[in-house]
């Protein structure tokens, strides 16, 4: 998919959050090597390393060259950055004390198979911290995905839909379980967006969730889709300002 890192970056405040959150759950460990899946534009992965100060070295991997770009600013002696696709580098034999994702599997489908292979790139001992949205709770991802299943944009799409792969907190935890892992950590908590109207709604989920449905539109249907969807979150969220109660899961497991 083709990302703007500028318009992701611009409720960088909301988006950084959870990361905090998810950080606060590792223990940090002498001599540590570090994988960080879906990485995006690097500063969290440097903001990683340098939370982990004992960890020898952190690997950030994206598929998206255009985040990658941002990177640049971000490699040191302890970070590094390579381009290739979570699935790819699940599929590489290196083993890791911390397998790291904020942000980024629920672009992957299958999680009863994903996590799984997550874990497998383990080293004994080591921890697995997943933080993602939990879109299928969350309001702006229920209205699009009915949006979508309408016309004309259902046609447009020749039926194509991008179905949230996200499984529930219970499903997360037999999944752990059922790998061997020693102590887990899973939580759903609301992180509050409070924006002054629904254009900044708009905005924020512009940078992540309408991305795919917009690589697939012709701009005479990409701009009706907008239009239409505009004034559906308009009427939704009407007040000003407006509280967002976005939704999302975070994991931590030890093994």
């Not at 992701?8 to 090597?33: V, W």
């Not at 992965?45 to 340098?50: A, D, H, N, Y």
């Not at 672009?107 to 383990?122: E, F, G, Q, T, Y």
């Not at 939580?187 to 969730?209: C, D, M, R, T, W």
Request: charged fraction near 25%.
């Amino acid at each position: 998919m083709a990302w703007n890192p500028a318009l992701y970056n611009r409720f960088k405040k909301e988006r950084y959050a959870p990361f905090y959150d998810l950080l606060a759950l590792i223990n940090s460990k002498q001599g540590m090597t570090v994988l960080d899946l879906g990485c995006g534009t690097g500063e969290l992965t440097k903001m990683l390393s340098e939370e982990l100060q004992n960890a020898e070295s952190v690997l950030g991997i994206d598929s998206s060259s255009e985040m990658l770009e941002e990177s640049k600013h971000y490699q040191n002696e302890r970070v590094s950055f390579e381009r290739k696709t979570i699935e790819e580098q699940l599929n590489e034999p290196s083993q890791w004390d911390l397998v790291f994702s904020n942000a980024a599997i629920q672009w992957i489908d299958d999680h009863a198979r994903l996590i799984p292979k997550m874990i497998s790139i383990l080293k004994s001992d080591g921890q697995l911290a997943i933080q993602m949205p939990s879109q299928k709770e969350n309001v702006l991802n229920q209205m699009l995905l009915d949006m979508v299943q309408e016309e004309p944009f259902s046609s447009a799409l020749k039926g194509w839909k991008k179905i949230s792969p996200i499984l529930s907190i219970d499903e997360y935890a037999q999944i752990l379980f059922e790998n061997g892992c020693k102590e887990m950590n899973i939580i759903q908590k609301v992180y509050p967006l409070i924006v002054h109207n629904s254009n900044e709604l708009l905005e924020f989920i512009s940078g992540s969730a309408l991305i795919p449905y917009f690589e697939r539109f012709t701009d005479d249907i990409k701009t009706l889709f907008i239009q239409e969807y505009q004034r559906r979150v308009q009427q939704r969220f009407s007040a000003s300002p407006i509280l967002y109660a976005f939704k999302r899961i975070l994991i931590k497991g030890d093994f």
